[in-house]
């Protein structure tokens, strides 16, 4: 008898492995994108400031390979209180990032921030020092969708460089199919043609059942 364990990785094309027992996602990239870029260095802010996120919308298909650009990244994150968020402001701007909707130099700039968008369920933007676009838009979780992303997120490593955490695939995909426009139902299609091997079906249509959407643009 063979005392050989299953194997959870799959291999998508040349250059992306997952691990699906660890939710793990590592991709090899022979050149980091402008948003790849942002959304590492994002990404490790919020690593450092111990602030659970995830990524979603149309980065997520940019990272798995799609060919577009985008002019924002979006950014779910937990609910902190407003000392945890000065935290991240003070990491951010180590980082070269500042605010579009206040002065990442001042205190109260930071606070008055904090209550007028983020506690008020509101996005704001973190920007790279003299770079308007690509730009990180940033808000906490407001929703059972966000909070599922948050909790069942997939850890990414763009080589040796990462993690970044995305949202699970098959809510991603009915997202962006509820979403409607051609940009979001293309990058539906693309990540269901891709990550085809490893979706499960039945989530899948569970997740289209909740949001009010139908998969037959996935299978033409």
Not at 55 to 81: K, M, P, Q, T
Not at 139 to 162: A, E
Request: charged share 30%.
């Amino acid at each position: 008898m063979s005392s050989k364990q299953p194997s959870f990785t799959a291999k998508i094309g040349e250059n992306i492995e997952i691990d699906l027992l660890k939710r793990i996602i590592k991709i090899h990239k022979e050149t980091k994108s402008t948003e790849d870029e942002l959304v590492l260095g994002f990404s490790d802010v919020l690593e450092k400031a111990k602030v659970s996120y995830v990524v979603v919308a149309g980065y997520v298909a940019i990272l798995l390979g799609r060919a577009r650009r985008s002019d924002d990244v979006d950014f779910i994150a937990e609910h902190v209180n407003i000392e945890k968020f000065l935290e991240v402001c003070r990491i951010a701007k180590e980082h070269e990032f500042i605010l579009m909707q206040g002065n990442i130099d001042d205190e109260a700039s930071i606070r008055s921030t904090y209550e007028n968008y983020l506690n008020k369920g509101f996005g704001i933007r973190f920007m790279l020092k003299d770079t308007i676009v690509p730009n990180i838009e940033f808000k906490f979780s407001s929703t059972r969708f966000d909070d599922h992303s948050l909790k069942n997120s997939y850890k990414v490593f763009i080589g040796s460089l990462g993690p970044i955490h995305i949202s699970p695939i098959e809510l991603q995909i009915a997202y962006k199919l509820a979403l409607g426009s051609e940009k979001d139902v293309g990058d539906a299609i693309f990540l269901y043609t891709l990550l085809r091997p490893i979706i499960k079906e039945e989530v899948l249509e569970y997740w289209a059942r909740e949001l009010h959407t139908n998969l037959k643009l996935l299978k033409q």
